[in-house]
């Protein structure tokens, strides 16, 4: 019931309009000028480029597959002029390869998934990372390489392959990577000129580098795509092997072949194996619309060599690229592969006597 004050049409008009501009006060007073842009601020979309770089360093004769490791962002990232996470913001990794060398000459291999960075009192997801340097020096920093060029996890690098020694990574590796999921941060301060420099000097060391002389396209819609290729070479020319997961054959890797092999995202353990020799494994973590490389190769073994599979780069496909040649289906079984070998070592063994 209506204050006595309060019966005419004047009063209540009067009345309505106060409390509307007491509503309206506390509303401006809780949301200031600009408030309103900084609620919608930022929408930090899926497949977004970021920089991050090790924190410690890693190496596969101390780390062992799950192990943890620390990361940082190394550029700003900015969304709408506001940066929403700023340099040097922690993260977390997962060890998911980690091998030393084997027999036969097999090399070192390591596979890292960076999985967040830490906004706040939340978790940015991260994926498709893509880092490697194979080479002998094992003091030379781990160079970045663009986002179509290899295998990894969440974020995922692939480590340097070191013939004979162990996989290092020094710390301050820096490598490129993508924001896994659309998230929504708020923003920490407007960006600055040299802010928004670095953030976009990220997005160009993400992007896909030159087209190699085979166009590889991008995978379907949810899955991913893993590139097996051999450079061509004198050793073992007349040796070829499977790759394999789950026993299923892929691809048939004879001297100087490639194949692309489409997968649903996740761990992904691909095995080679040239008989009498022992088999060599690599796994991988596989995320959608991205694609990796492997480079299958024979090591300097006891008998004819090892088959071995290691993290490449796009980069290094490119190199091998005119010299490659579509693979065959692989084979159901070995034996095959046992005659071809087989066939190779009586080639080489007459070779020997000939001289």
């Known amino acids: 019931m209506l204050l006595p004050g309060l019966r005419t049409r004047s009063f209540r008009t009067a009345f309505l309009a106060f409390w509307v501009s007491v509503a309206f006060s506390a509303e401006a007073s809780a949301n200031p000028p600009g408030a309103t842009e900084a609620v919608k601020c930022c929408r930090l979309a899926a497949g977004t480029p970021v920089r991050v770089e090790l924190v410690d360093k890693l190496s596969s004769a101390v780390q062992k597959p799950g192990d943890a490791f620390a990361l940082r962002l190394a550029s700003p990232v900015v969304v709408n002029g506001m940066v929403v996470l700023p340099a040097g913001a922690r993260g977390e990794g997962e060890v998911i390869e980690s091998k030393g060398p084997g027999i036969g000459g097999k090399p070192a291999k390591m596979v890292l998934a960076a999985k967040y960075l830490i906004a706040g009192r939340r978790r940015v997801a991260l994926n498709a990372l893509h880092l490697a340097e194979p080479g002998r020096d094992q003091s030379k920093t781990s160079q970045l390489v663009g986002l179509s060029g290899m295998a990894f996890a969440p974020l995922k690098f692939v480590g340097i392959v070191v013939p004979g020694g162990e996989v290092e990574f020094h710390p301050g590796t820096v490598a490129a990577a993508k924001v896994a999921t659309t998230v929504t941060l708020p923003p920490l301060r407007r960006a600055t000129r040299r802010d928004i420099a670095?953030?976009?000097?990220?997005?160009?060391?993400a992007?896909?580098?030159?087209?190699?002389?085979?166009?590889?396209?991008?995978?379907?819609?949810?899955?991913?795509?893993?590139?097996?290729?051999?450079?061509?070479?004198?050793?073992?020319?007349?040796q070829w092997f499977n790759v394999r997961e789950d026993g299923k054959a892929l691809g048939k890797l004879t001297n100087g072949a490639y194949f692309v092999q489409v997968?649903?995202?996740?761990?992904?353990?691909?095995?080679?194996?040239?008989?009498?020799?022992?088999?060599?494994?690599?796994?991988?973590?596989v995320d959608a619309g991205e694609t990796y490389f492997v480079e299958g190769g024979l090591t300097g073994g006891l008998v004819l060599g090892a088959a071995a599979l290691s993290p490449s780069t796009r980069e290094r496909f490119d190199k091998a690229a005119k010299e490659l040649k579509p693979a065959?289906?692989?084979?159901?079984?070995?034996?095959?592969?046992?005659?071809?070998?087989?066939?190779?070592?009586?080639?080489?063994?007459?070779?020997?006597q000939d001289h």
């Open 263 to 285: 997968t649903r995202p996740g761990l992904h353990t691909y095995s080679a194996r040239l008989e009498p020799e022992l088999k060599d494994h690599l796994t991988l973590k």
């Open 207 to 238: 992007a896909p580098g030159v087209e190699g002389s085979i166009a590889i396209g991008h995978p379907p819609p949810g899955y991913g795509q893993v590139v097996f290729f051999r450079p061509k070479s004198t050793l073992g020319v007349g």
């Open 198 to 205: 670095a953030a976009a000097s990220a997005a160009v060391t």
């Open 328 to 352: 065959r289906a692989g084979v159901a079984n070995e034996k095959e592969a046992a005659h071809g070998t087989a066939a190779a070592a009586s080639k080489a063994s007459s070779g020997r």
